[in-house]
């Protein structure tokens, strides 16, 4: 189980980086379908990494659970809204869903001071930007 979500996707990043240097034809091909897959459509990619985390947490697959939480968080997920997609992944994947839900639910409260400072420090840049020709 995993107990530092920070820690763990720094090291998931290293790991597929590696990876990526050693089979780099697969790993540009899943970056491709993940970018095309969770693209703006006629589902939003905020509605779409919700829809990938409850798929994560049905198939308890740790490191989607930390990407995908982190990803949707930069997207603005609030917690209610992970909550209502971990209730509807339990639905799907039954009682060891229970256990990846509250992994899900312990790396979004990891996750999210981080989110809200980077977030923060792109609002103060924005409005820094926008006086700029005042």
């Known amino acids: 189980m995993v107990e530092n979500f920070q820690e763990f996707q720094a090291k998931l990043q290293r790991q597929m980086g590696q990876l990526g240097k050693e089979n780099p034809a697969i790993m540009k091909g899943i970056g491709q379908l ?31 659970i930390s990407t995908h939480v ?38 979004f409260d990891q996750f999210a001071p981080a989110t809200e400072e980077s977030l923060g420090e792109g609002l103060v840049e924005q409005a820094e930007l926008s006086l700029e020709g005042v």
């Open 34 to 64: 993940h970018k095309a897959a969770l693209a703006e459509g006629v589902l939003s990619s905020r509605t779409k990494e919700l829809v990938a985390l409850g798929i994560a947490i049905a198939v308890r697959c740790e490191g989607c």
């Open 70 to 107: 982190r990803d949707a968080l930069k997207l603005g997920v609030t917690r209610a809204e992970l909550l209502e997609t971990i209730g509807v992944a339990v639905l799907m994947g039954g009682g060891p869903s229970v256990v990846y839900g509250s992994q899900a639910l312990d790396a």
